[in-house]
């Protein structure tokens, strides 16, 4: 059975940090496209980031510079390191895989991150 | 990379069909066919209901298809039941890129 379990949200305050972690069972992350998408309190879905199989990682606009994805073959975990969080970056969190060009098939529950002071 | 526009909520009567639109741009739906529809009830995590404009994974049911003509992809629930009430959205992916457009959403009430 696969399994997406995120955790790592939380509150914090304007220009800190968080470290999300996505665990998954099921499949291997790192012989998949992995990304984030996150979903502001009662808006939509936004794509953040992914990471390629080769390791290549791209960003969403509005997160470069400050988020970084990564996985740990490992523990077949993938991470989503947030660093100078702003109050627009509050949302629910969600770890997918992408099994072709930006197709997302399984999801976790998703971990909510809320930044403010 | 302005969102896909969807309609803000739809609405049908149980056993009826119903059709939700998306709305892009000849650089992302008309251009290829990487559209998927996800299907989210409240606090949980978004279904694939639909992906490559008409393709439905194993284990959704076959009243949900999918199509496109043009630069507006089309998602038909047919013989709507309670269950398919649901907020719905709509993706994109502008080939040769490395980001996915999503829809605003589109609310479905079952009457």
């Not at chain 1, 960003?59 to 970084?68: C, L």
């Not at chain 1, 994805?69 to 969190?93: C, F, G, H, P, W």
């Not at chain 2, 279904?47 to 404009?53: A, D, E, Q, Y």
Request: glycine content about 12%.
């Amino acid at each position: 059975e696969v399994q997406l379990v995120e955790s790592g949200g939380g509150l914090v305050q304007p220009g800190g940090s968080l470290r999300l972690s996505c665990v998954v069972s099921g499949f291997t992350v790192a012989s998949n496209y992995m990304s984030w998408v996150r979903q502001a309190p009662g808006k939509g879905l936004e794509w953040v980031s992914v990471i390629y199989i080769d390791g290549n990682t791209y960003y969403a606009d509005s997160v470069k510079g400050r988020f970084t994805i990564s996985r740990d073959n490992s523990k077949n975990t993938l991470y989503l390191q947030m660093n100078n969080l702003r109050a627009e970056d509050t949302a629910v969190y969600y770890c997918a895989r992408d099994f072709s060009h930006r197709q997302f098939d399984y999801w976790g529950q998703g971990t909510l991150v809320t930044v403010s002071s | 990379q302005s969102a896909l526009t969807q309609p803000a909520s739809v609405s049908g009567s149980p056993g009826q069909s119903i059709t939700i639109s998306c709305t892009g741009t000849s650089s992302d739906v008309g251009g290829y066919n990487y559209v998927s529809w996800y299907q989210q009830h409240p606090g949980k995590a978004p279904k694939l209901m639909i992906f490559g404009v008409s393709n439905r994974p194993s284990g959704v049911s076959n009243r949900f298809s999918g199509s496109k003509s043009g630069n507006t992809a089309s998602l038909t629930i047919s013989g709507l039941q309670a269950e398919d009430e649901a907020d719905y959205y709509c993706s994109s992916y502008p080939g040769s890129s490395t980001y996915v457009i999503f829809g605003g959403g589109t609310k479905l009430t079952v009457l």
